[in-house]
């Protein structure tokens, strides 16, 4: 089975960076669009950023000038470079692609259990 697995979490202060992946394991065959969100208590899930297959991202207007996103496709992974990091990026991120399996023909659309990020003041 097809499963994204990220890693990266952790309690930092606010001001520092943080960097996560997300790697997509298992019978793949290709990996399509790629991104990340994020849920925070009370909160709806949010968009933080996405990438194309063809390496184009987007990011929510939150992150925007201080997160960076990119893919390796060797590796069938995404990672976001947080910077600058706020107690409002506070949550717990997850990561979404879809892929399309071996010996498929469509493409679904596949989930992360999530990895926390906690910003301290």
């Known amino acids: 089975q097809v499963q994204l697995v990220e890693s990266g979490g952790d309690l930092v202060q606010a001001g520092r960076s943080l960097r996560l992946s997300c790697e997509v394991l298992?019978?793949?065959?290709?990996?399509?669009?790629m991104a990340w969100y994020r849920q925070a208590p009370g909160k709806q899930r949010e968009l933080v950023a996405k990438?194309?297959?063809?390496?184009?991202?987007e990011f929510g207007d939150s992150v925007k000038g201080r997160f960076t996103c990119y893919r390796d496709d060797y590796k069938n992974a995404i990672y976001l470079q947080m910077y600058n990091l706020k107690p409002e990026d506070t949550g717990t991120y997850l990561c979404?692609?879809?892929?399309?399996?071996?010996?498929?023909?469509?493409?679904?659309?596949?989930w992360g259990q999530g990895t926390q990020v906690t910003v301290r003041a």
């Open positions: 990438i194309t297959e063809g390496g184009i991202p």
């Open positions: 979404n692609a879809y892929v399309r399996q071996e010996f498929t023909f469509s493409s679904y659309p596949y």
């Open positions: 298992g019978p793949v065959g290709d990996v399509y669009d």
